[in-house]
């Protein structure tokens, strides 16, 4: 089954700890991206990539890091700096420069 | 200019009727307008997308509605039932301005009663 796993589905973080969400793609989908939902909004988008090796800002990127070593991973750490990490966080993927964008199940991350 | 508008925020509407979300953009070069459907605990998924050289996309019991010069589109859902019941997003993007990067609205919650 193609598909977009991300793991772990519940995440706790302690303060001042860093944390990295995963997100492993089969769909063979060249570009990734990582959201933040939180509740009464939309979804922001903290950082994408279109291509290995590549990534760049979205619109709330602060607090966040990514690194895109294999084409099926684009983990995020949410580091100590982000200061209201509590949320639930979308990764998605399709091919570069088409659409849909497809999502996985999300992880949901709380302060301990 | 980047920003989607949707509205209502929340919708309740009773088993058979006509469900209706609008949404509203002010960037003209968006060329790509899906709608996404999400269940409590799960990603979104996509429902039904509309280009903007139509007005109208029907696919089943859902229905996009595309008023390019108004630069506003709704999704309609006719016979709703209780199992539509989810959080709906609209979005957008443009292929010359950003790529596949998709803008969302914030999102309006249906519940069908039965």
């Known amino acids: 089954d193609g598909g977009i796993t991300q793991s772990p589905k519940y995440l706790f973080r302690k303060e001042g700890q860093n944390v990295t969400l995963s997100c492993e793609q089969n769909?063979?989908?060249?570009?990734m991206y990582w959201y933040r939902q939180d509740p009464g909004q939309g979804l922001r988008l903290i950082y994408y990539s279109q291509i290995v090796n590549d990534f760049q800002k979205g619109d709330i990127a602060e607090g966040y890091s990514v690194s895109r070593e294999k084409k099926e991973s684009f983990p995020l750490t949410v580091t100590s700096a982000q200061k209201n990490p509590t949320a639930f966080y979308l990764c998605a993927s399709n091919d570069r420069g088409s659409q849909p964008q497809h999502f996985g199940d999300g992880t949901r991350l709380s302060i301990l | 200019q980047q920003q989607v508008k949707q509205s209502p925020q929340s919708l309740i509407v009773q088993k058979g009727g006509i469900s209706i979300i609008n949404c509203a953009y002010e960037?003209?070069?968006?060329?790509?307008f899906p709608w996404y459907q999400q269940f409590p605990g799960k990603g979104p998924a996509l429902l039904i997308a509309i280009r903007p050289d139509v007005s109208e996309k029907k696919e089943g019991r859902f229905t996009i509605s595309f008023n390019k010069s108004a630069k506003q589109f709704s999704l309609h859902i006719m016979d709703s039932q209780p199992g539509d019941s989810a959080t709906y997003f609209c979005?957008?993007?443009?292929?010359?301005?950003?790529?596949?990067?998709?803008?969302f609205g914030e999102g309006t919650q249906l519940t069908v009663n039965p």
């Open positions: 769909l063979n989908h060249d570009a």
């Open positions: 960037n003209t070069a968006f060329d790509y």
């Open positions: 979005a957008a993007s443009s292929r010359e301005t950003s790529g596949s990067r998709l803008t």
